[in-house]
Every structure is written in structure tokens, then in C-alpha cells.
């Protein structure tokens, strides 16, 4: 596996520079075979000209003539000479000494011969011009080969940067993408992150609701037990009878715990009859309180899921029982008009801690100090599925009066 940072600065580095060196090579070869190729033609027609110039001169001027042309052709062309007569005898020789074995043989049109030339053109100032010219171009192509190399290290170093601080990026909320497939990739990314974020929030409400409607009927079971051991209360077949159903409740609630999902089939209810089972079930819990009920209900019919009708009505009434002082009065009205009036002459809540509820489960220290077992989740659940049935309500309170909750269905 590679990463990207080896891929831009190693093998991408590698692959442009073998790439360009193979271009310049190539370059480089058909320039020199082409300059060679031409070269060779030069010499072969510079030569053929010197030939046919001094057959020329020795038969239409003289054999001084000649050589002075020789000499003057050694000085401007660097062509090293040896010229023979027709008896072979040497009259010119360059300062250099040719080092050609190639003897060219100098032949009138009438076919007499009239001389012979050693011609060496190893070193005649074309073929230098040509060595330097190839030097030259060797000396650039290597200056464009480092020049280029630093200049695509720069360039692709530049670009890993960018596409650093990309990478730096992706997983958080943040439009300055200088790749708009990463910028696409992060939205996707940063999409399922709240996705995945807001499922986990979901599944520890769904597990604290449950935990909460848990509480409820464990209660209620332990208020029984704690009566019937403390002989407060007698273990008739009614007091069997509120037990089991309370088990019952709770055996209810364990498969929708495991498969994280509860029966949300609306049916029609009656508030009332769902009212008085909460109401005599706190009444047990909470009977050394000694609380004054005022109780006045009318039939009332709501189409609703059970779990919501249920999980509205016990928060309210719970808060008003838990919060009540000893002796305390508590008033539960419900009207035709389906209005849910629940006032309790409990500690009461002050301004600030009614704001805080809106945004979340909150408990003042107030509360804490009064009611250790409480989590403060309960008015939040109720909020929550008014907010979502479309439903009325508000909360009004004064510390150490009390608190009125009214909840309107529809």
C-alpha cells in the first residue's frame, strides 16, 4: 500500500524524471545522428571541392599556386594535408601531420594523373564546432533536466501540501477545500458522522426512557413489599393483583428493550382511566406523605400510542407526588376541552431552571437535595412527544409555592 505522500514525492517524482530524461535522450540521439549525418556529407563535399580545386590549379595555374591554397585551406579549415606530385615527391605538408592512410589520388579530365593528398579531417574546425555544439547541447539538456527536476519536486511537493491540509480537514465541517472531490468526500463523511452521532444520541434517550419507564412499576413494587413487610399494609388478593400487573408491565417492556423499539400503534384512550391508575398507584407510593388529592376528571377521548399517553401523564403526576411537601395539596383537573391541569404546593422551580428545562433533562440543586432518585429526564420526555403530537404546554411555578403543568391534546 502506498501512501500519498510516496506517491507525489517518490514515485510520481520518478516516473516525470524518467520520462524527461528519456525524452532528452532521445532528443539528444537523433540530433547527433542528424549532425552527424550532415557532417559526413560536409567533409565529403568540402573534400571533393579541395580536389577538384587543386586539380584546377595545377593545370591551369601552377604547382605554387597549389600549395599556397593548401597552406591557406590547413589555416581556415584545420584539415591536416600531405600533397605529392605525379613523381611522388612531397611539396606540401601541413605543420600537423595527417593522420590518415587514405591517400586521395588528383586526376585531370583528360585522366592524367597529376598528384596525390593525404586529407585528414579529424580535426578540422567543423568537426570541433560539431563537438562543441554537442557539448553545448549536452550541458543545456542537463541544466533543463535539474532545472525541470527542481521545479516538479516544487510543484508536486506544493500540490501534497494542499492536498494535506485537505486531508487535515476531512471529518470536520469545513468548506476551504481545495479538492472538490475530497470537499464531496467530507460532506459525505461529515454526513454519515452526524448520522451515526445522532443514532447513538437516539439509542441513550430510547435506553433512558426505558430506564425511566422501568422505574414506575419497580416502585410501585416496592412500596407494596416495604408496606406489606412493615404490616402497614395487608397481602390481600389486591395487593397480589397491583403486583402482578406491575410485573406484567415490566415483562412488557423487556422486548422492546432488547429490539430497541416500542409499540407505537395509535388507538383511541380515554385520559381519564389511564389518569386514575397513575393517581392510585402514586397515592401508594407516596402514602406517608399524607397528601391532600383534589381530584376532578371528566372522560376524555384521544387517539394516541398507549407508551406516549402513559409516559405524559406518570411524569406529570410523578414530579407533582415527588415534589409535594408532607401534607401538601395536590389538584388534578381534566376538562372537556382535553386540558390536563396537574398543581402541587411543592418546592417549585425558579426562572432560570424553567428555562434550562426547555433545552434538555436539567435538575436545579433544589431538586437534587429534595429527590435523589430523580434524573430530571422526565419533563424532557413529555416535551418532547407534545412537541412531536402537535399538543399544548407550559409550565408555571414559584419556589416553595408550587408548581401548576397543563398539557392540551388534540
Do not use: C
Not at 193 to 217: G, V
Amino acid at each position: 500500500m502506498t501512501s500519498f505522500n510516496k506517491f507525489f514525492k517518490v514515485k510520481s517524482m520518478r516516473f516525470f524524471i524518467i520520462v524527461f530524461a528519456i525524452i532528452l535522450l532521445i532528443a539528444n540521439s537523433v540530433f547527433f545522428v542528424i549532425s552527424k549525418t550532415q557532417y559526413d556529407k560536409q567533409v565529403k563535399r568540402d573534400r571533393d571541392s579541395y580536389l577538384v580545386m587543386m586539380v584546377h590549379l595545377i593545370t591551369m595555374e601552377d604547382i605554387e599556386t597549389a600549395v599556397v591554397y593548401s597552406e591557406h585551406y590547413y589555416h581556415t579549415q584545420g584539415i591536416k594535408l600531405s600533397v605529392y606530385d605525379s613523381e611522388n615527391n612531397l611539396i606540401f605538408i601541413s605543420e600537423e601531420n595527417p593522420n590518415s592512410e587514405i591517400m586521395y589520388s588528383l586526376i585531370s579530365d583528360e585522366g592524367i594523373n597529376l598528384g596525390s593528398v593525404y586529407y585528414d579531417d579529424e580535426s578540422s574546425i567543423l568537426g570541433l564546432e560539431l563537438t562543441e555544439g554537442i557539448v553545448i547541447l549536452n550541458a543545456i539538456s542537463l541544466l533543463l533536466f535539474i532545472s525541470f527536476s527542481v521545479i516538479l519536486y516544487r510543484y508536486l511537493n506544493s500540490w501534497y501540501k494542499l492536498l494535506e491540509g485537505d486531508f487535515e480537514r476531512i471529518g470536520r465541517k469545513d468548506n476551504n477545500f481545495n479538492f472538490s472531490d475530497l470537499e464531496e468526500l467530507n460532506i459525505r463523511l461529515v454526513n454519515l458522522i452526524e448520522k451515526e452521532k445522532i443514532l447513538r444520541e437516539n439509542q441513550r434517550e430510547y435506553t433512558r426512557s426505558i430506564a425511566h419507564d422501568f422505574k414506575t412499576p419497580l416502585t410501585v413494587i416496592r412500596a407494596y413489599i416495604e408496606g406489606i413487610f412493615l404490616k402497614r399494609l395487608e397481602f390481600n388478593d389486591q395487593a397480589f393483583k397491583d403486583i402482578l400487573d406491575e410485573v406484567d408491565n415490566l415483562d412488557k417492556l423487556i422486548p422492546h428493550f432488547i429490539a430497541e423499539e416500542l409499540d407505537y400503534e395509535v388507538k383511541e384512550h380515554n385520559v381519564k382511566t389511564v389518569l386514575l391508575e397513575v393517581i392510585e398507584k402514586h397515592k401508594l407510593i407516596f402514602k406517608d406523605k399524607n397528601l391532600v388529592m383534589e381530584v376532578d376528571l371528566v372522560d376524555v377521548f384521544v387517539n394516541i400510542a398507549y407508551i406516549d399517553l402513559l409516559r405524559i401523564i406518570d411524569n406529570v403526576i410523578s414530579n407533582a407526588f415527588h415534589y409535594s411537601k408532607e401534607n401538601g395539596l395536590i389538584k388534578i383537573s381534566l376538562s372537556q376541552n382535553k386540558e390536563l391541569t396537574v398543581v402541587d404546593q411543592g418546592i417549585g422551580m425558579s426562572k432560570k431552571t424553567r428555562e434550562r428545562i426547555k433545552n434538555g433533562y436539567y435538575r436545579s440543586k433544589e431538586a437534587n437535595e429534595y429527590n435523589k432518585l430523580g434524573s430530571g429526564l422526565g419533563l424532557k420526555m413529555v416535551r418532547e412527544i407534545v412537541d412531536r403530537l402537535g399538543y399544548e404546554f407550559s409550565i408555571s411555578s414559584e419556589e416553595n409555592i408550587g408548581t401548576q403543568v397543563k398539557v392540551v391534546f388534540k
